[in-house]
């Protein structure tokens, strides 16, 4: 009997392009689960469409930092811009940010797979994809499970190690490593495998454009350029 294969889909920020365009990689695919890993709504000229898609499926998933700005605001000074969380607040409505509250910090399937938005116990702290063995083992090998799964830094890989597997979903939209397209992570049998997914980039650019949300210029920027964009990089 094959092993079931669980999908890991994370970090959508409002694209509906790129979502669609994962959603039927998926359907291709047939995943015996999917589950998400935060950070559905900001960032995107359609958070509302993105979190209906996910519920409307019923992935379970875990509490992303740009989901909990959307109630706390930011800790501080970012690099990034923040004039879109009252966009996005409304947009979404209170039933939809309600169910994104009730987001756990952890989710994991027994001793197989264990799934955090960035590390264990903190939504913000971020490990570089080029993080050494050791720093990887000492943050992730507490999870206690074959294939540690994180999110947050938007640039997919995978580390085999002898104690533990851990491996980053990459994000389904604002690519940080290069690649603007979509990634989300395959994993089973203790084996974990990204998935690029071409989608209409030059659509989902114009979609975020006609949009009002305040930081439309420095969104479709992030998008096209796959890197990251100084926060002044925004429209008035």
Not at 2 to 21: C, K, Y
Not at 57 to 75: A, F, I, K, Q, S
Not at 147 to 163: D, G, K, L, T, Y
Not at 201 to 213: P, Q, T
Request: aromatic fraction near 6%; charge should be negative.
């Amino acid at each position: 009997m094959a092993a079931p294969v669980i999908a890991v889909v994370s970090d959508v920020h409002g694209n509906l392009v790129a979502l669609q365009a994962v959603l039927a990689e998926l359907d291709r695919l047939s995943p015996d689960l999917v589950v998400h890993g935060g950070d559905l709504a900001l960032h995107g000229s359609r958070p509302a469409e993105c979190v209906d898609a996910v519920r409307e499926r019923g992935w379970p998933g875990v509490l992303g930092n740009t989901d909990e700005m959307l109630w706390t605001g930011p800790p501080g000074e970012l690099p990034v811009p923040v004039e879109s969380i009252g966009w996005t607040v409304a947009q979404l409505g209170p039933d939809r940010l309600t169910w994104l509250k009730a987001q756990p910090l952890e989710w994991r399937r027994g001793a197989e797979l264990a799934l955090v938005h960035a590390v264990p116990g903190d939504l913000w702290k971020g490990i570089r994809a080029d993080a050494p063995d050791a720093e990887l083992e000492e943050v992730y090998g507490p999870l206690r499970a074959a294939v540690a799964v994180f999110c947050h830094i938007h640039r997919p890989f995978v580390r085999v190690m002898p104690a533990v597997t851990v491996a980053n979903s990459g994000s389904v939209s604002i690519s940080l490593d290069g690649d603007p397209r979509a990634s989300f992570l395959a994993v089973a049998g203790g084996r974990a495998t990204v998935h690029r997914v071409e989608y209409d980039l030059e659509r989902a650019v114009a979609d975020v454009l006609a949009s009002s949300n305040p930081s439309r210029d420095w969104i479709a920027k992030r998008l096209r350029t796959a890197r990251p964009v100084p926060k002044t990089a925004t429209s008035a």
